[in-house]
């Protein structure tokens, strides 16, 4: 179940969310900058893996992007890895047309854990992006307990310490879905971090919780805490739904609506085409914030099946985890 801390927390930081109910999406502050970003984000993976990367259309995922942005998304995601950087490329014509650029915070990733293979992977996003500068940067799939330790001694948090200070990185962050015990083991090292993304869905608070355990410690540090995986996988046909969609009160709706009422920033959604989209903003447009006690029956539903683990396997395998980062663990890619 939730913990009392979080319920605490939710209660004192959900109400810091500013739009006018029907327009728009609502917004949240990032962490201790305090930019308003909206409470849904764009998935880089899923919205170019079916137009671009299934039928062969990049123009449809950029349509997508923009749809995107008008109906209030501004905070958008990737990373230096998806689909070997064409999903940086994409959404870099997207972002290039208009100006679009300028309304977006943008987020992506660093796969690399040393100081020259950081700044690789840098310039590597910048020209695809095709961007001068990163609104987020972060550390990505910290999923391995030598992960910390790695991007402290062999230099890449120096690297990203020089590209914040020249200009090219605004905030600096890290990601990963494995242990809440990793992101703890982050947080705590000696750097301010300005963001984590974690795994928020209503399984979590019975499984190696980040909720529960990592959550707190970001608004006790003022990182911003950003969730992902929140269907066990994308919207909105993750784990979870496949498994339980037929359970009354399991839903689409109902499982976003439950991942924005806890104190996160934003919740990634893995949007693949417009019906998508429609559907998850439809949910975050109007969003309250669900009641403690509907909250506490849902948990309650699926005590018995989340305890084990079975619907966030991203925690327990490494099935799930990038190839880039199997290798650098000298692990089997599938």
């Known amino acids: 179940m939730r913990s009392e801390q979080i319920q605490k927390i939710a209660k004192s930081y959900l109400p810091l969310q500013t739009g006018t109910p029907g327009q728009g999406l609502p917004r949240r502050p990032f962490g201790r900058a305090g930019d308003p970003v909206s409470i849904l984000v764009l998935g880089g993976w899923h919205s170019v893996a079916t137009a671009a990367m299934e039928k062969g259309d990049e123009n449809d995922s950029i349509r997508l992007m923009h ?12 990373a230096w890895d998806y689909h070997d950087g064409y999903a940086e490329e994409v959404m870099g014509k997207a972002l290039a047309m208009d100006g679009k650029r300028n309304q977006v915070f943008l987020m992506t990733k660093n796969c690399e854990r040393d100081y020259a293979g950081s700044l690789r992977n840098l ?4 020209r695809r992006l095709q961007t001068d500068r990163l609104d987020l940067w972060m550390f990505h799939e910290c999923n391995y307990d030598n992960d910390p330790d790695w991007i402290f001694e062999r230099g890449a948090i120096r690297a990203a310490i020089e590209a914040q200070q020249a200009g090219k990185v605004r905030y600096i962050g890290f990601t990963g879905h494995k242990d809440p015990r990793i992101h703890t083991k982050m947080l705590r090292k000696p750097h ?4 984590s ?72 959604v893995g949007i693949k085409n417009m019906e998508q989209l429609r559907a998850a903003v439809a949910v975050a447009r109007d969003f309250v914030p669900m009641p403690d006690a509907e909250q506490d029956a849902l948990l309650h539903s699926v005590r018995e099946e989340a305890g084990d683990g079975r619907y966030e396997t991203f925690k327990s395998t490494n099935e799930h985890d990038g190839p880039h980062h199997r290798k650098q663990h000298a692990f089997a890619v599938a």
């Not at 749809?67 to 905070?75: M, S």
């Not at 608004?219 to 919207?235: D, R, S, T, V, Y």
């Not at 993750?238 to 920033?265: C, H, K, W, Y």
């Open 67 to 78: 749809a995107a942005l008008d109906e209030g998304i501004n905070f958008f995601d990737n």
């Open 197 to 268: 993304l974690m795994p928020i869905n209503l399984m979590d608070a019975h499984y190696r919780s980040f909720l529960n355990e990592v959550v707190p410690v970001c608004h006790e540090l003022g990182a911003a805490p950003i969730g992902m995986k929140g269907f066990g996988g994308g919207w909105p046909n993750g784990r979870i739904l496949e498994r339980m969609g037929d359970r009354p009160g399991i839903d689409p709706a109902t499982l976003l609506r439950f991942n924005l009422s806890q104190p996160v920033v934003s919740q990634v």
């Open 123 to 126: 310039d590597d996003s910048l």
């Open 192 to 195: 301010a971090w300005d963001a």
